[in-house]
Nanobody
Framework: QVQLVESGGGLVQAGGSLRLSCASSGRTFDAATMAWFFQAPGKEREFVAAIRWRGGSTAYTNSVEGRFTISRDSAKNTVYLQMNTLKPEDTAVYFC??????????????????WGQGTQVTVSS
C-alpha cells in the first residue's frame, strides 16, 4: 500500500499563488508516477500534471501549462504542485494520485491505484 497525504490548499485571490504538497509513504516503489487531478463540483475528476520519480519527466494539461509546475523531492518522498496566476476556474478539490502508469494513460484517473484525501483550492475573483 501507498499512503498519500495532501496539504497546502486554501483560499486565494485571482492572480495569486499556492503550493500543494503530497507526501507519500509505504510501498513507494509501487508509485513510479505521481500526479495531480482536480475535481470541481458536479464535474469529472480531471488531470492536471504528472511526474516520474525516476528521471523527473513531466506532463501537464493545456490549461495549466506555463502557470503550474510539478516537482519532486525524492529525499522527502514528496511531490509539489506550484500554482501561479490562479484563476477562478482553477477552484476545485485537488487530489494527489500514484501508480505505475504508462505514458499513454497518464491522464486517466481510473488507472491510478492510490489516492490522497484531497485538498480544497478556492480562487476568488
Amino acid at each position: 500500500q501507498v499512503q498519500l497525504v495532501e496539504s497546502g490548499g486554501g483560499l486565494v485571490q485571482a492572480g495569486g499563488s499556492l503550493r500543494l504538497s503530497c507526501a507519500s509513504s509505504g510501498r513507494t516503489f509501487d508509485a513510479a508516477t505521481m500526479a495531480w487531478f482536480f475535481q470541481a463540483p458536479g464535474k469529472e475528476r480531471e488531470f492536471v500534471a504528472a511526474i516520474r520519480w525516476r528521471g523527473g519527466s513531466t506532463a501537464y494539461t493545456n490549461s495549466v501549462e506555463g502557470r503550474f509546475t510539478i516537482s519532486r523531492d525524492s529525499a522527502k518522498n514528496t511531490v509539489y504542485l506550484q500554482m501561479n496566476t490562479l484563476k477562478p476556474e482553477d477552484t476545485a478539490v485537488y487530489f494527489c494520485a500514484a501508480g505505475t502508469i504508462v505514458a499513454a494513460n497518464l491522464r486517466i484517473p481510473t488507472v491510478y491505484a492510490y489516492w490522497g484525501q484531497g485538498t480544497q483550492v478556492t480562487v476568488s475573483s
